[in-house]
């Protein structure tokens, strides 16, 4: 310990450290609500069993970590565990190639900002709770990050804000009531969307821009101001398994859109309800699986359901209607369900915290994504 008392005017500081962590954590700051600044610490390790954190971080409050390096041989970089009212901001982590480069895991009152993070394995985002902040989360230049579990409310701009990243997955999370979009991604790959609730934004609930291969299943998207679910020249992927609920409240907007250049996606065993327009398709994409999977459940298809079979041409019902829904002119569901999928997940009531996340601007070299395979 360098300098300090523990109080907001004059925390503790450590400070200057060069630290060779070997199998060990290198800092360890347990059970505290004092105050602390950790900067320009060198913190390493050449042990190759991954067995140590660089920074470890657990239950503590008040804490700013600034200005220093984590690197090589260690399982996390920065672990922050039932941490709050803390910052992390211009660290450079690399070559964690174990586990992530910076995890943080039932958190709430946390600020990651203008972290450089290079050669790492990946990153993970867990257990906040974000509200009324500019943007709830921002991810930008990284690959394998993972964000699950977090409630975002009321964010003054997009809940999430993803760009120029690979090996996303975005996961149970709850993201409601943001003043523009729920989540906006562009320029991403080999993305997962999964299990969230987007529910009330005043834009899309979801608008992915320039993504190739894009996994959207078993979520809920509803009561979103324009479109639930935008896809704007994005190339292939799975749309399955959701709920698409009371979108398009702004009129002329759709439950799910399908923009120009999005191509290669297959659409099938969602439930789509109740949205100003159902769905809009301006390219051609494939809306059902191959017979008996079928495609989606319509709250207005109106055919019967008196055959079966491939071409449902054999007496006796299966469960899908005997004619196709028509999307738009040349779009159309050749298997239109007759029965709602059951419900995929509940409506959490989130609770309500007071800050937002400035997720890591990372500078890592890109490998671009591959399309469809």
Not at 163 to 173: A, K, S, T, Y
Not at 232 to 260: F, K, P, Q
Not at 338 to 350: D, N, S, T
Request: aromatic residues 8%.
């Amino acid at each position: 310990m360098s300098a300090g008392d523990g109080s907001e005017s004059d925390p503790y500081i450590i400070t200057g450290w060069d630290i060779d962590a070997g199998a060990s954590d290198g800092i360890v700051i347990r059970n505290t609500t004092a105050h602390f600044l950790i900067q320009n610490v060198n913190v390493y390790s050449n042990n190759l069993s991954g067995s140590a954190k660089g920074i470890n971080i657990y239950n503590v409050e008040n804490g700013t970590l600034a200005n220093s390096v984590v690197r090589g041989g260690l399982e996390y970089g920065v672990h922050l565990e039932h941490v709050r009212n803390t910052t992390v901001r211009d660290m450079n982590v690399s070559d964690i190639n174990w586990f992530a480069a910076i995890v943080s895991e039932n958190s709430e009152l946390l600020q990651l900002r203008n972290n450089n993070v290079t050669n790492c394995t990946g990153m993970t985002v867990s257990d906040l709770r974000i509200s009324n902040a500019y943007s709830g989360i921002q991810a930008a230049y990284l690959d394998d990050v993972t964000i699950e579990n977090c409630t975002i409310l009321f964010s003054i701009f997009n809940g999430m804000n993803l760009r120029e990243c690979d090996g996303l997955v975005i996961h149970g999370n709850n993201v409601s009531d943001s003043g523009s979009h729920g989540l906006v991604g562009a320029t991403l790959g080999n993305t997962e969307i999964s299990n969230n609730t987007f529910y009330n934004n005043s834009n899309d609930g979801v608008r992915l821009d320039y993504t190739d291969w894009t996994n959207v299943t078993g979520n809920l998207i509803w009561n979103n101001y324009d479109h639930g679910l935008e896809l704007y020249r994005c190339n292939g992927g799975n749309v399955t398994m959701n709920n698409i609920v009371g979108n398009g409240i702004a009129g002329s907007r759709a439950g799910l859109y399908v923009g120009v250049n999005t191509v290669n996606f297959a659409i099938y065993n969602n439930n789509i309800v109740n949205n100003t327009i159902q769905a809009y398709d301006v390219m051609s994409n494939t809306w059902n699986a191959t017979y008996p999977t079928g495609g989606n459940y319509w709250d207005n298809y109106t055919g019967i359901d008196n055959y079966s079979g491939v071409n449902q041409d054999i007496p006796g019902g299966d469960g899908i209607g005997d004619s196709p829904f028509i999307i738009d002119p040349d779009s159309q569901d050749n298997y239109p369900l007759m029965e709602p999928i059951p419900e995929f997940g509940e409506l959490v009531v989130p609770v309500v915290s007071i800050l937002g996340l400035l997720l890591i601007l990372g500078f890592r070299s890109k490998r671009r994504p591959n399309g469809p395979e």
